[in-house]
């Protein structure tokens, strides 16, 4: 069965510094998604992506962030300058005219 | 916004039993109403889900009945095994198309079912 397949699994950064995240969604998907969890709380919805925009975001989304999918099969999310509370668990999802599919999530811990 | 309340935080049953987790939404443009599963490690996975226009669905042995007019949704789980011990998620959304996926989710249901 197809799956969103993410990396790293686990990221550590320095407070300050851009990390991107990558996933590959499931190939004939056109809806995207990032999702974070931090720890004990919620998964909560950040950002939705069709047609190579930006459909809809959350108020967490904040200029600190950016989406891309660069080459067809990518889709990216970058934390341009990362902070303590950015510590989570962060889900790419994918979905088209079925269930949304969630990948394994990378974990990114700032320091 | 959509506001998704989850009821309880843990549950522990013994194996045979059955399982009844509980949601709330605020929200009465909602139409779609799933139910994830999530295992250690791992990202949520789809087990059951339900639209506006059904009030029950069934799948072996998990069901979700869906009560619009009082704005709440229950998933059911019966004999319940051990690898049914996870994490459950409830969510909402409405729309269609792509934003019929922006998901607000429920705090999360730990449920242990011990042998």
């Known amino acids: 069965e197809p799956e969103v397949t993410q990396t790293p699994s686990h990221q550590v950064t320095q407070m300050g510094q851009e990390v991107i995240l990558r996933c590959v969604p499931i190939s004939n998907h056109l809806y995207f998604y990032w999702y974070r969890q931090i720890l004990g709380q919620k998964v909560e919805f950040l950002v939705s992506f069709y047609n190579n925009e930006i459909s809809e975001k959350s108020e967490i989304f904040d200029d600190q962030f950016s989406v891309e999918r660069p080459d067809g099969s990518n889709f990216t999310l970058k934390i341009r300058s990362t902070k303590l509370e950015d510590s989570a668990m962060y889900f790419c999802?994918?979905?088209?005219?079925?269930?949304?599919?969630f990948g394994n999530g990378t974990r990114l811990t700032v320091t | 916004g959509e506001n998704v309340e989850q009821h309880p935080s843990t549950l522990s049953v013994q194996e045979g039993d059955s399982a009844v987790i509980k949601c709330t939404y605020s929200?009465?443009?909602?139409?779609?109403f799933p139910w994830y599963k999530q295992e250690l490690g791992k990202g949520p996975q789809l087990i059951i889900d339900?639209?506006?226009?059904?009030g029950e669905k069934k799948d072996q042995r998990i069901a979700v009945t869906l009560n619009k007019t009082a704005k709440h949704f229950s998933l059911h789980i019966t004999e319940t095994q051990p690898e049914d011990s996870a994490v459950y998620f409830c969510?909402?959304?409405?729309?269609?198309?792509?934003?019929?996926?922006?998901?607000?989710f429920g705090k999360g249901t730990l449920l242990t079912v011990n042998p």
């Open positions: 929200d009465s443009a909602s139409n779609y």
């Open positions: 999802a994918s979905g088209e005219r079925s269930p949304l599919h």
């Open positions: 969510a909402a959304s409405k729309g269609s198309g792509g934003s019929n996926y922006k998901l607000t």
């Open positions: 339900i639209r506006s226009n059904v």
